[in-house]
């Protein structure tokens, strides 16, 4: 079975200062982990995954397999990173069903 | 490209009507998925396809829910008899050719808008 568990709900962050939106996830065999983001009146969409090892619009996120966790990370909150953010975990079931599991997700908010 | 379409986007009924979605993937996606996205919650897979078959429907409530995606391109969700408890997002998403079949693991999906289902 594969599990994401975000413990945040919300999350508030001044601008300019760093932001990490946790998450941790459960899962027996090698999992591929993503963020996904939505944007206020936008589609959700992918931010990065943990294979491409990139920073995307300056955030970035490690698998730590021992802790099992894929943090996000950014060193300096900008206002338009408010957004919701989810992280995700693709587990294959079997060959070629990479299941996509959600977190349910935490609202980051910048405060001016 | 042009994205990932949906219609309707806002969907009122009663309990026990019945309701359809109706999807519209990118060009070239093989493997197009349906969730439910609850209020306060993730998105939770309901059934995902590969061209016209079903991969995964493990988690379709079967008795009411029902799916098909005939020529591998557009896909419909029907629901039959609604519950209150089906009051939700409904999310269309699809993906490149299928996840897992050139070892690189699973493909970037992309997400329609969602159609929001109000059941009274």
């Known amino acids: 079975a594969q599990r994401v568990t975000q413990p945040e709900k919300l999350l508030s962050v001044f601008k300019g200062a760093p932001v990490e939106l946790k998450c941790n996830y459960s899962?027996?065999?090698?999992?591929?982990l993503f963020w996904y983001v939505q944007y206020s009146r936008q589609r959700l969409q992918l931010l990065l995954r943990?294979?491409s090892r990139e920073s995307i619009k300056g955030f970035t996120a490690d698998l730590n397999k021992g802790e099992t966790s894929f943090h996000l990370k950014k060193p300096f909150a900008q206002e338009e990173d408010s957004a919701m953010y989810y992280c995700?975990?693709?587990?294959?079931?079997?060959?070629?069903?990479?299941?996509?599991?959600f977190g349910t997700g935490t609202r980051l908010t910048i405060i001016p | 490209e042009a994205g990932v379409a949906q219609s309707p986007r806002y969907k009122i009924i009663e309990k026990r009507q019945s309701v359809a979605f109706w999807c519209n993937p990118i060009?070239?996606?093989?493997?197009l998925y349906w969730y439910q996205q609850i209020l306060g919650q993730g998105p939770k897979l309901l059934i995902q396809?590969?061209?016209?078959?079903?991969?995964?429907d493990s988690q379709l409530p079967k008795d009411r829910f029902s799916a098909e995606r005939l020529k591998g391109v557009d896909s419909t969700l029907k629901i039959q008899p609604a519950k209150l408890e089906d009051s939700a997002v409904y999310l269309c998403?699809?993906?490149?050719?299928?996840?897992?079949?050139?070892?690189?693991?699973?493909?970037?999906?992309?997400f329609g808008p969602g159609t929001r289902l109000t059941v009274t």
């Open positions: 998403a699809s993906s490149l050719p299928a996840p897992g079949t050139s070892g690189r693991g699973q493909y970037e999906q992309y």
């Open positions: 899962y027996s065999g090698s999992p591929e």
């Open positions: 943990h294979i």
């Open positions: 995700a975990l693709s587990g294959r079931e079997y060959f070629g069903n990479e299941k996509l599991t």
């Open positions: 060009s070239g996606h093989a493997t």
């Open positions: 396809f590969q061209n016209n078959g079903v991969v995964d």
